[in-house]
């Protein structure tokens, strides 16, 4: 096509495309994909992890999930490096608006500001946009729970369900038709992970392939974010039929 | 000598201020408001060098605004007095806006709540608070005859029994006073105290 066009983020092709937004989208359509699912009662994340070698630290580091305030978390898709820059940037803007304002900051204006950061790397400074996309889960007092997805060109929207990475045309449909409205935190849990077998390339899951986190509020009424441990990841796999228990020893 | 004061009451919140805009021994006129409506359930009341106090109250309501249309949800009384600490805070070792004020303001899920922030960017949330050499007999009025609770009847006379001490005990007293609430129903003018009214034509001959 036109690849003359392709060498500057911050200009138009003749047909009014910004291609460096574009291919960005393409590379994280290579990346490890991610689901989230908005219930009554929480938000569930989860993500199919690249990298699964037994040598990697899993007790310490995660790869898709993140905290980004004591009331807001992230999934990302698309390329780590990238991911680690916007996701500290997510952290300073929650925090300075804690400092102005002594309280948590609104997730829709989080997200906001962080795609005006995003944004402003598709229209100036001649940089190449980030390669990440986000599936941000968060509660506040203004709407409760709720679930946004934002994409390399700084659009972001607020989803029931919402996929991103790889398959993600393909785990969104499936979502779209098993969610319901009235949905708990178990049933969106069983469904995410259900959606995730199925778009996954793998073809036995196991909980060291996949990360799963919640968003939930405590019985005492403060958000929490938990990342699921290993063991209890392949109880749940095992509960919702999607991978087979092991074999018992003779 | 400016005089700003106010207290919380069982589901409001009143600001009292004088109406004296003076300058060195000159009354400008005794008809100010010194009481700014921050927004549909807030109040400022601001005492101090008089171009800080208007530059500076208008400033944060302004931003008052811009959070609300950016965001599409109003600031809580509490956010908004942090805020505009914050302001008063950054700007105190450069160039400190010599204003004290007052916020009140009134928050479906907190209630009423009143906000003392002076120029030194101090912030304390509290139940009665007063600026100024009238400050001196306010509180001391309010320590004797205020408790929580109080209805706008009783508030009301409160605040006229400070009135009544600060017109007769400090000796530059200002005449006028104006008197703000804010409560469910949202923040507007309650009344004025006047002993001296502002003449619009000249004395007849």
């Known amino acids: 096509m036109s690849r003359r066009y392709d060498s500057r983020t911050t200009i138009f092709s003749p047909e009014g495309r910004l291609y460096q937004v574009e291919y960005a989208m393409e590379a994280i359509g290579n990346a490890g994909s991610a689901i989230g699912i908005l219930s009554k009662d929480g938000v569930v994340l989860v993500g199919e992890k690249k990298v699964t070698s037994k040598l990697l630290q899993t007790s310490t580091s995660t790869e898709k999930m993140y905290k980004i305030d004591d009331h807001v978390a992230c999934a990302v898709a698309g390329i780590m490096s990238d991911a680690n820059i916007l996701i500290n940037t997510a952290r300073v803007q929650a925090q300075r608006y804690t400092f102005a304002y002594q309280e948590p900051m609104p997730v829709e204006q989080l997200v906001q500001s962080l795609c005006d950061t995003k944004q402003g790397y598709t229209q100036f400074g001649g940089l190449r946009p980030f390669g990440v996309s986000f599936l941000f889960a968060g509660w506040d007092k203004n709407y409760g729970f709720q679930l946004y997805m934002s994409d390399p060109s700084g659009n972001y929207g607020g989803w029931k369900s919402a996929a991103v990475g790889a398959n993600n045309q393909a785990a969104q449909s499936m979502l779209k038709q098993d969610y319901k409205d009235d949905i708990t935190r178990e049933e969106a849990v069983q469904l995410a992970l259900k959606v995730l077998s199925k778009t996954m390339d793998s073809t036995s899951l196991t909980s060291d392939k996949l990360e799963l986190a919640e968003v939930f509020l405590t019985p005492g009424g403060k958000v929490k974010y938990q990342v699921c441990s290993p063991d209890s990841l392949s109880k749940l796999l095992v509960k919702y039929g999607v991978t087979q228990p092991a074999a018992e020893t003779s | ?205």
Request: glycine share 6%; charged share 20%; hydrophobic share 40%.
């Open chain 2, 1 to 205: 000598m400016e005089c700003v004061f106010g207290l919380v009451g069982n589901g409001f919140s009143i600001l009292v201020a004088d109406t004296s805009a003076v300058h060195s021994i000159l009354v400008h006129k005794s008809n100010e408001d010194k009481i700014m409506v921050l927004d549909s359930h807030k109040l400022i009341a601001a005492s101090g060098e008089s171009g800080d106090r208007v530059q500076f109250t208008e400033f944060i309501q302004k931003n008052v605004s811009l959070y609300q249309f950016r965001n599409g949800i109003p600031l809580t009384t509490a956010a908004a007095a942090n805020f505009t600490r914050g302001e008063l805070a950054t700007a105190l070792r450069k160039s400190p806006y010599m204003v004290n004020i007052l916020m009140a303001g009134f928050d479906k899920e907190t209630g009423p709540s009143l906000y003392y922030l002076d120029y030194i960017a101090t912030l304390h949330k509290v139940d009665k608070a007063a600026f100024g050499y009238g400050s001196y007999f306010a509180l001391s009025m309010m320590d004797r005859h205020f408790h929580s609770g109080m209805s706008v009847e009783e508030a009301i006379e409160l605040v006229d029994k400070c009135i009544i001490e600060i017109r007769s005990r400090l000796v530059v007293a200002p005449p006028n006073f104006v008197i703000k609430i804010v409560d469910k129903d949202g923040a507007r003018e309650h009344a004025w105290r006047e002993t001296v009214k502002e003449t619009t034509a000249p004395p007849s001959a």
